[in-house]
């Protein structure tokens, strides 16, 4: 398709489990972005990458929490050894080329920690 | 610390009401300020804005950037059930991060 996807759309796992979220940004973006939304929040920033610069990480909020870009595409997210506190959807965006360009998102991915 | 401010977090008005959402930022390394609506999944792009007092405008909708007091508004005209929705500002930096508000929710009644 011609948008952002992500997947899994929503993940129910166990405390004290991995997790890894995908998205595939829309093709021919240099920028992507990943943000987390709790319920009735505004979207709170996690990481971004630009091409192939080292990536903007000062929003991870533990280090729990890593991403990586494999070959300027596909990114994935992965918190390890999930807490409840981290039930929220995750949001990836993209965009041509960051700062002056509007970003397009994915629909998200729900994730729930038991 | 850069953050991004809106008001009111909430509205509620009625069809054909005409409304005005406020966002206020402070900011190092400005490069641009957008609108984004949100109503079940992923956000959608309304506007982008880089110059003061140029008024941007689709439809019902319109806004305008104040760079030097530091704010948007975003009035939409005439709403309509369909309105209904979060509406997000945010800014980009020069080295492309953003920062978004927390968001009003705006509630159109028949």
């Known amino acids: 398709g011609a948008g952002v996807s992500q997947s899994p759309s929503n993940k129910v796992t166990e405390k004290g489990k991995d997790v890894e979220l995908r998205c595939d940004p829309i093709s021919g973006h240099t920028a992507l972005y990943w943000y987390r939304q709790s319920l009735g929040q505004g979207l709170e920033f996690l990481i971004y990458?630009?091409?192939?610069?080292?990536?903007?990480k000062s929003g991870l909020p533990s280090d729990r929490f890593s991403a990586e870009r494999t070959g300027g595409s596909v990114s994935t997210l992965t918190i390890q050894r999930t807490q409840q506190e981290d039930s929220a959807v995750y949001l990836c965006?993209?965009?041509?080329?960051?700062?002056?360009?509007?970003?397009?998102f994915g629909d998200g991915t729900r994730l729930s920690i038991l | 610390e850069d953050k991004v401010v809106q008001s009111p977090l909430s509205l509620v008005v009625h069809e054909g009401d005409t409304v005005t959402l406020n966002c206020s930022y402070e900011?190092?390394?400005?490069?641009?300020l957008l609108w984004y609506k949100q109503e079940k999944k992923a956000p959608t792009f309304l506007f982008m804005l880089t110059s003061s007092g140029i008024e941007k405008k689709s439809g019902r909708l319109s806004s305008i950037l104040d760079k030097k007091e530091l704010f948007s508004i975003l009035n939409i005209t005439a709403t309509q059930t369909g309105d209904s929705a979060v509406y997000l500002c945010s800014y980009n930096t020069n080295a492309g991060k953003s920062t978004f508000g927390d968001g009003t929710t705006l509630t159109v009644k028949p």
């Open positions: 900011v190092t390394n400005f490069r641009s």
């Open positions: 965006a993209s965009s041509l080329s960051g700062g002056d360009q509007p970003q397009h």
């Open positions: 990458f630009q091409g192939n610069s080292a990536p903007d």
